[in-house]
């Protein structure tokens, strides 16, 4: 185990540290007029007046009100901004249900080469032959992950991808002239679930969850009937549960004509060892900016490609790739069949953010189907040695497991014992896991868990981070013994202290005022 140092609260916690002082001045403030980062050299040529070149009404009554820095305070005021966020360059990561593990470099140099980076995304197929390929195999690759024939990489992110699902599920209904109008999604369900639902114009039908943290199948059963379209699923679910009744699940759904759909958000736990289509899924969204390589945060870019079975096919976005074989001994080719009568139509602009598909293909093709195994495995094992490492220190009487089975690639804490036995809320100690060097994992979802706390350490972090991070839990709740204040003022050493919140999300400042 590596030893970090024990954080401590500063004496006066209303004192700011210089480091918030700095983050408190923005780049308006440092400006003075005049100053300069560089100059533009004379152009040498005759210069058209302007209301040649931009039409009256499109041109400015007076300058942009752009600070007046030296080129050393702009490279400062971007380095203090990129300090400001906490990302996995700086340490671990545990977000549960998020998946955010390292991302290998080689696959942001692949992406950056000029044939893929440069490509138009209106370039003509027969000049983007390559691209094309590279996403045929994709769709391959994850055709054959998730266990369904047909894939199309249009949605743009999971909750892209699940609106597409459930658009390819009224599609197929109606097609039969099947009117339906419900849709099953469990309450381990990801949050953006139900909103899929309602935005696609369905009414949403909760299933309970039963005493091992599965699907409750008789409360299943008494809700499926011939109005129910689709059935959502995440199997490990957001409990980081693999659910053994899951054939039985979609068999029922299934016999009351429903078509059933895979959240894959947390393929991540079972890449080799189980595939959706084999439960018995007819679609399957898979995050590539989770499990195959994209970084993930920030607002984008990502994909969340869609895998279906035969019944569904005929539905999804079109165009489609499709590879015609070269006569002669001549490479195939590949082209964007737009004649889709039965489509949903297009999801998007152009066929998907190329550059994860770059990534994406990379991250595959470099581990292989083996090594697609040993990432799952891997996350598995860590998961489950974290839990044991914490279990075996205090977090085990003041934040026991939430549902005592074995879980996947994460696993859901309840802090409800230490907020009742210490007075410190899960809130409390997230936010104290900053000062000790650790993003903070997922809090208070899912919602069925009281204080919830939900853990994924991922593939990527190695046996001492784990250590630490079990270490760092410990220390905390010893502080919490001791002093609980201590976590209640919590966070002492980032750029801002402890935000209200509640106002933040009903009055947030999302501008900075010009005036200086």
Known sequence: MTTRPTPSPPTNADTPTAQQREAATTIFERSVEGRRAGTVPPAGVPEPPLAELIPAELLRAEGPALPEVSEPEIVRHYNRLSRRNFDLDTGPYPLGSCTMKHNPRLNEKVAALPGHARLHPAQDPKRA????????????????????????????????????????????????????????????????????????????????????????????????????????????????????????????????????YYDGANLQAIMGYSRPGDMGFDIVHVNLHKSFSQPHGGGGPGAGPIAVSERIAPFLPRPRIVRAEGSNGARPRFELDHDQPKSIGRLRGFQGNFGVFVRSYAYIASLGGDGLRDASETAVLNSNYLLARMRSGRAGERLPLAFDRRPLHEFVLSGAPAKRELGVRTLDIAKRLLDYGFHPPTIYFPLLVDEALMVEPTETETRESLDDLAAAFDEILAEAERDPQILRDAPYTTPVRRLDEAAASRRPVIRQPLDR
């Open 129 to 260: 032959q390559g691209a094309l390929e590279l996403m045929w195999r994709l769709e391959r690759a994850l055709s054959e992950i998730c266990g369904l024939p047909h894939v199309s990489l249009q949605p743009s992110a999971g909750s892209h991808g699940e609106l597409a699902g459930l658009l390819l599920t009224r599609a197929y209904h109606a097609d039969r002239g099947d009117e339906r109008t419900k849709v099953l999604t469990p309450d381990t369900a990801h949050g953006t679930n139900p909103a899929t639902v309602t935005m696609a114009g369905y009414e949403v039908v909760k299933v309970a969850t039963d005493e091992r943290g599965g699907v409750d199948v008789d409360d299943l059963r008494s809700k499926t009937d011939e109005s129910v379209a689709c059935l959502m699923l995440t199997n490990p679910n957001t409990l980081g549960l693999f659910d053994p009744n899951v054939a039985e699940i979609t068999s029922t759904v299934r016999a009351a004509g429903g078509t059933l």
